[in-house]
């Protein structure tokens, strides 16, 4: 997942499937064709922290830069829907384990070189060699002989130097001609076509491994619909569009320049004076009272994103381990209000496990996400109780006080139990001491989908050893249900195998989902017709001027 | 004078050391978290990152000897990279230009606005000028310095859209009308008082009566005998803020994205740059001494009765 630095460890602000065509041009296909042909436009961004290698980009400065530069083997509609092939000619399997991927002819990188099979092949084995460092690297660990191109350091941050892997190269790759490859992956995964479009598995050119990847990332070469023209730290980074793009998404304006900011309140007040033509999320101080919609009007662009504000429970401290404590204290929460009063309804209040705009999610299943004071409180006296102080925990650098305030509040309105809420000072405190599982009341987290598929917001969160189960969630037949789920022939069946674990998942409360996140940006006059990603990126191959 | 200088300039070398050690210790040492904690999102780092930052940055060493490390390069001007690999001396290369020349736009105003309205209400005490620049300083001493930037943008550059409401990379002197101002607002205003409260003492001195009854010229008794001995406290004021200007202004260059120290120290704070944080706050330490050098030596220039030895 990527993360915003604005927000210090929020969930990125991401966004949303909404097509937004704004209102005030006459005619249905959107702008003038001779504007748009040579337009020009300015977006917000922040400056990338690490040079643009996209298995090495882990938040959003730099994911947005590298998701405009390249295009992968599958891209994510703009409105949510099932991944559709993009340089993927065909993914074919038969078991989902074993992948033939043909790539279409003919496509090139920025620098004229034709994308190949060995491309993909060699960025991924760059990525999962541990030595290289990649934050990226967990995305690979899906493929077979992965464990082989990790090294354990011996001491951890001692002295010593973690060995060499065992081998340079994954063994699940394989290449059988220029445009085609074959991945053998360690255990059957249906969602793994999905997962293809993630920006961690875009093809390298062979520039890349002539040198380092911070030369490679200061001046990066992609294959997707614009190149890159100039960065200039902390001021600028220039985009124009590659004209010798073949695929669906061409450019239809020229040049977009990424003006890079350190306050959003900045980018806002150039978007209303005119020196900005899109702001992703605009500022907190704009939402009160809709300000932003009476400062744009039909220019303010209101979508939901695919991410969730959740409060997780530490399974590992005895005091939470009676489910109907859990479900008592996941009824006592008012999200209504918390959404209205808080969020000016700027977020809505969350009524299923996966979010809603996911394939594969059912929107509603979630019965412990209701608002039920009685309920709540029956569950409550069944269950074997809570003695002292429960303490809801968040980060303090990012806005959560008011949330989670609420939420304790709330908990201790209908349950009579002696609740508050603590701030933890910073993202890097609460992360630490989440990851050795120290803490002692339900905490603050947020997740914000890889890739669209709700088997990603299973996995990752209440199968046993998934990367952020960071409350040590278990149940044994959640675990079969996701393993056999993952492991399924087509996505279908593995989507009702899912919707039965989270049945399961349900019945446990081991967390508990708060709002959906959403996103509020805007648009400068110039622009007639644009749309938003799957994740709430313009989508800059849309914008007609 | 040339052993006075002498001395004050040994004088900086354990400050300076004391000074970085504490720094770095405190950055580097007991920062409390792990460096990789927040560094990957709501997941752990994998561990081929972690070690390889591990051993880039000499984290798996004793902090001294990481610090005697860090010296030895400061001395050769290498400030170290950022986590990303970002050359140190590049960003202060790029951001300290920026600081500098705002730095300097705001004290030109505030030296060139404080002091008129200074001297002139020192003059004619208890006068209506007298009074607004009281009650005019009065009010900006008690906005909050990002409530007049807020407002000053908003103002002339959203609503009359007479200036862009940020400043441009380049940074051409016409955009930095605005954050100057905004940056030196507060400072304005005491300088103002300052001056005031200077002028209208000295002038009952003695040998302000003894100039005019000598039947000088209200000029030259004003702008030569006046003006020079009341410019000793604004001096200070002057030299210290510009040391503090110089520091950076986390609100003003965020408020109009100027890419300016400040901001970007601010920024290193919260990415947990640790590098880059030392560095900077090094330069400021070097920054500050040498300013505070520069004004002792300018109260001599002015008071020919202060000596050093």
Known sequence: ???????????????????????????????????????????????????????????????????????????????????????AESIETTDSKVYTIKIKKGLKFHDGSEVKAANFTKAWNWAAYSPNGAQNASFFADIQGFADVQSEDPDADGP???PEPKAKEMSGLKVVDDYTFEVTLSAPTAVFPTKLGYSAFVPL????????????????????????????????????????????????????????YQED???????????????????????????????????????????????????????????????????????????????????????????????????????????????????????????????????????????????????KNVLGINARAEGIPTFAVFRQQINAHKMTGPYRAGWQQDYPDVENWV?????????????????????????????AANLDEAHKKFAEAVKLIDADVPSIPVYFQGQQSGHSDKIKKVELTNVGEIDITSVEL | MGRYLLRRLLQLVPVFIGTTLLI?????????????????????????????????????????????????????????????????????????????????????????????????????????????????????????????GFLLQWLFGVQWGLVKPTVSAEMPFSELLVPGFVLGSASMAYIARVARTSISENRRSDYVRTAIAKGLPMRRVVGVHLLRNSLIPVITLLGTDLGALMGGAIVTEGIFNIRGIGGTVYQAITTKESATVVSIVVILVLVYLLMNLLVDLLYAALDPRIRYE
Not at chain 1, 209 to 237: A, H, L, R, Y
Not at chain 1, 361 to 373: I, K, P
Request: charged content about 20%.
């Open chain 1, 1 to 87: 997942m990527r993360v915003s630095k604005r927000t210090s460890g929020a969930v990125a602000l991401g966004a949303a499937v909404a097509l937004i065509a704004s209102g005030c041009s006459g005619s249905d296909d959107g702008g003038d064709a001779g504007n748009t042909a040579d337009g020009a436009i300015v977006i917000d961004g922040t400056q990338p922290e690490v040079p643009l290698v996209p298995a090495n980009t882990t938040e959003t400065g730099g994911g947005a830069i590298i998701d405009y530069l390249w295009t992968g083997l599958v891209e994510y509609p703009n409105n949510g829907g099932a991944p559709q092939n993009a340089v």
């Open chain 1, 160 to 162: 010593q130097k973690a």
């Open chain 1, 205 to 260: 050119p062979d520039v890349f491994f002539t040198q380092t990847p911070d030369e490679f990332g200061k001046k990066p070469v992609g294959n997707g619909p614009v190149k890159f023209v100039s960065w200039e730290d902390d001021v600028m980074i220039k985009l124009t569009r590659f004209d010798d793009y073949t695929l669906r998404d061409k450019m239809k304006i020229k040049d977009v320049d990424v003006k890079l």
């Open chain 1, 265 to 411: 309140t900045a980018a806002y007040n150039d978007l209303l004076a005119g020196n900005l033509d899109f702001q992703q999320q605009v500022p907190v101080s704009a939402l009160a009272g809709d300000k932003w919609k009476n400062d744009l009007g039909e220019r303010a662009i209101q979508s939901t994103t695919p991410s969730t504000g959740i409060i997780a429970f530490p399974m590992y401290d005895a005091k939470f381990k009676d489910p109907k404590l859990r479900k008592a204290i996941s009824l006592a929460v008012n999200r209504q209000e918390i959404t209205d009063k808080i969020f000016f309804g700027n977020r809505t209040p969350a009524d299923s496990w996966a979010n809603p705009l996911t394939p594969g999610a059912v929107a509603g299943n979630c019965t412990a996400c209701q608002f039920n004071a009685d309920e709540a409180k029956r569950l409550y006296a069944e269950s074997s109780g809570y003695q002292g102080e429960m303490v809801f925990y968040y980060n303090a650098d990012a806005s959560h006080k008011d949330w989670m305030e609420a939420v304790a509040q709330s908990v």
């Open chain 1, 459 to 487: 996995n990752p969160l209440y199968v046993k050893g998934g990367s952020s189960n960071d409350g040590l969630y278990s149940n044994p037949q959640v675990d079969a249900l996701a393993k056999e789920a993952s492991g």
């Open chain 2, 24 to 148: 770095y210790v405190l950055v580097w040492v007991m920062v409390p978290g792990d460096p990789f904690a927040g560094k990957c999102g709501e997941r752990p780092c994998p561990p081929g990152f972690v070690a390889m930052m591990t051993e880039k940055f000499q984290l798996d060493q004793p902090w001294y000897v990481q610090y005697a490390t860090y010296m030895k390069n400061l001395f050769q001007g290498d400030f170290g990279t950022t986590w990303s690999g970002r050359s140190i001396n590049d960003i202060i290369a790029t951001a300290y230009p920026n600081t500098l020349k705002l730095a300097l736009v705001a004290l030109a105003i505030e030296a060139l606005i404080g002091l008129t309205a200074g001297v002139l209400s020192g003059l004619r005490r208890n006068g209506f000028l007298d009074n607004l620049v009281l009650v005019s300083t009065l009010f900006l001493i008690a906005l909050p310095i990002f409530v007049v």
